[in-house]
C-alpha cells in the first residue's frame, strides 16, 4: 500500500506561484508513475500532469501546459508541482496519485492510490 500525502496549497492573487509537494509512505514510489489531478466545484476531476518512473517522461494537460512542472525526487519519495502564472480557473482541490502502469499516464482509472488532495485558491 502507498499512502500519499498532498501539501502546499493556499490561497495566492492570479499572477503567483504554489509549490504542491506529494510525500509518500508505506513503501517506495521510484516504480511508479506519477500524477496530479484536480477537482472544481461541480466538475469532474480532471488530470493536470503526469511524470515516468523515472522523470524522464511528462505530460500536461493543456491548460496548464508551459505554466506548470511536475517533477519528483525518488529519494525523497516526494512528487511536486510548480504552478506559475496562475489563473482564477487553476481554483480546485489538487490531488497526487501513483500509478503501477509503465509511463506516464493521464486517465483516472489508470491511478491506483490517491491522496486525500489540498484546496488551492485563485483570486482575481
Known amino acids: 500500500q502507498v499512502q500519499l500525502v498532498e501539501s502546499g496549497g493556499g490561497l495566492v492573487q492570479a499572477g503567483a506561484s504554489l509549490r504542491l509537494s506529494c510525500a509518500a509512505s508505506?513503501?517506495?514510489?521510484?516504480?511508479?508513475?506519477m500524477g496530479w489531478f484536480r477537482q472544481a466545484p461541480g466538475k469532474e476531476r480532471e488530470f493536470v500532469a503526469g511524470?515516468?518512473?523515472?522523470?524522464?517522461?511528462?505530460d500536461y494537460a493543456d491548460s496548464v501546459k508551459g505554466r506548470f512542472t511536475i517533477s519528483r525526487d525518488n529519494a525523497k519519495n516526494t512528487v511536486y508541482l510548480q504552478m506559475n502564472r496562475m489563473k482564477p480557473e487553476d481554483t480546485a482541490v489538487y490531488y497526487c496519485?501513483?500509478?503501477?502502469?509503465?509511463?506516464?499516464?493521464?486517465?483516472?482509472?489508470?491511478?491506483?492510490?490517491w491522496g486525500q488532495g489540498t484546496q488551492v485558491t485563485v483570486s482575481s
Open positions: 496519485a501513483a500509478s503501477q502502469w509503465v509511463g506516464v499516464r493521464n486517465l483516472y482509472d489508470e491511478y491506483d492510490y
Open positions: 511524470i515516468s518512473w523515472n522523470g524522464r517522461t511528462t
Open positions: 508505506g513503501q517506495t514510489i521510484s516504480t511508479y508513475s
